[in-house]
């Protein structure tokens, strides 16, 4: 599986962007894939997932303002951001991985496979 992030920027703080993740491969449905997320200086996070029963999850920093979202169709999820803050500002990965393990999901080992990341920078 090969993954493209794309769709950051600057945005102030209350804005809104949509991040996508492009996924190449046949069997991505199947897939759990995640979003992270790596400030300077800090270790990189768990931001949100969705699971191949699309099954969401998300981290409680970003709940009720972010969505994840899957089109099969474009072998695309996304990553819905609203009322961002300036503690959002981070580097912002794509990553999918076979596994579907709840208690596993929201770590950086699970994930095998990882896109490049999209610098997305709240300011105030």
Not at 40 to 63: C, H, L, M, Q
Not at 93 to 119: D, H, K
């Amino acid at each position: 599986v090969q993954l493209q992030a794309s769709g950051g920027g600057l945005v102030q703080a209350g804005g809104s962007l949509r991040l996508s993740c492009a996924a190449s491969g046949r069997a991505f449905r199947s897939y759990t894939v995640g979003w992270f997320r790596q400030a300077p200086g800090k270790e990189r996070e768990f931001v949100a997932a969705i699971r191949w029963n699309d099954n969401t999850y998300y981290a409680d920093s970003v709940k009720g303002r972010f969505t994840i979202s899957r089109d099969i169709a474009k072998n695309t999820v996304y990553l819905q951001m609203y009322s961002l803050k300036p503690e959002d500002t981070a580097v912002y990965y794509c990553a999918a991985t076979r596994t579907s393990i709840m208690t596993t999901i929201a770590t950086v080992s699970a994930y095998a496979y990882w896109g490049q990341g999209t610098q997305v920078t709240v300011s105030s």
